[in-house]
């Protein structure tokens, strides 16, 4: 079911299984700005994932946060970038249909961890009912043009930089979408001849496999922490995202 707050932000709970109380980590919500969108999505995050309708334009795209909740800049980004579109769209400026998922599992991300329930959301996507597989299905009915799925990366893990996971095959504009953020914001990109391999299960893959272009971008950060400037540099991978598919006239 669909719920209003009082500025008509329409929000959708797609999973029932991942609710959390956002505001139990610490580390994540000191950093939220409280605006009336995040209060009214922080609050509805309790009772599962929430995805977020803004602009009713034909260009259909999906972005995603949080599918490791212990990654926190991309989730405090995701919510910076709602309330930036949210304008955009109320003055007739947003150049499309944004459906945006800031928390995929806020029960991970109250328990600042990798895992909900003890599972990788990011290699089960292919499994049924898993919550990044009830977002893929979403992404398939709603017939988004691409997903960005955004997360950080710890040093000395993988990739341990700042980049953009992408593939060619069989879905070759995921490539051109990396390689567009890439030239805008700097980020690496990071090239794999063909989706599934070596990461099955991953949204990014998943998505790429049955033809929908996704990429996954990542920025440098310890594991259960952030701060302004690398929440700033996710925000800016996600802008990137929408220019490319002409949603926003202008990158800064």
Not at 35 to 62: C, E, R, Y
Request: aromatic share 8%.
């Amino acid at each position: 079911m669909n719920e209003l707050n009082r500025n008509d932000l329409e929000l959708e709970i797609i999973s029932s299984q991942s609710g959390g109380f956002i505001s139990a980590n610490r580390n994540i919500f000191n950093n939220i700005d409280l605006s009336g969108n995040s209060k009214f999505i922080l609050n509805q995050a309790i009772k599962g994932t929430p995805m977020l309708k803004i602009g009713d334009g034909p260009t259909k795209v999906m972005l995603v946060a949080g599918v490791h909740g212990n990654e926190l800049a991309p989730q405090i980004a995701a919510l910076n970038l709602i309330d930036y579109i949210y304008d955009l769209d109320l003055n007739g400026k947003l150049k499309g249909t944004v459906y945006a998922i800031p928390f995929a599992s806020p029960k991970s991300t109250m328990e600042n961890s990798r895992y909900l329930d003890g599972m990788d959301l990011n290699r089960s996507a292919h499994l049924p009912h898993t919550v990044t597989n009830i977002i893929l299905k979403k992404a398939k009915d709603l017939e988004v043009s691409a997903i960005g799925d955004f997360h950080s990366s710890a040093p000395n893990s993988n990739p341990g930089k700042e980049g953009i996971f992408c593939t060619k095959v069989p879905c070759s504009k995921s490539y051109f979408i990396a390689e567009h953020i890439s030239e805008k914001v700097g980020s690496e990109k990071i090239l794999y001849p063909s989706a599934g391999v070596p990461f099955k299960g991953a949204l990014e893959d998943e998505a790429n496999l049955i033809q929908i272009p996704a990429i996954t971008c990542e920025v440098l950060s310890a594991i259960g922490y952030s701060n302004e400037k690398i929440c700033k540099r996710s925000y800016l991978q996600m802008k990137a995202f929408l220019e490319y598919f002409g949603m926003i006239d202008y990158f800064i």
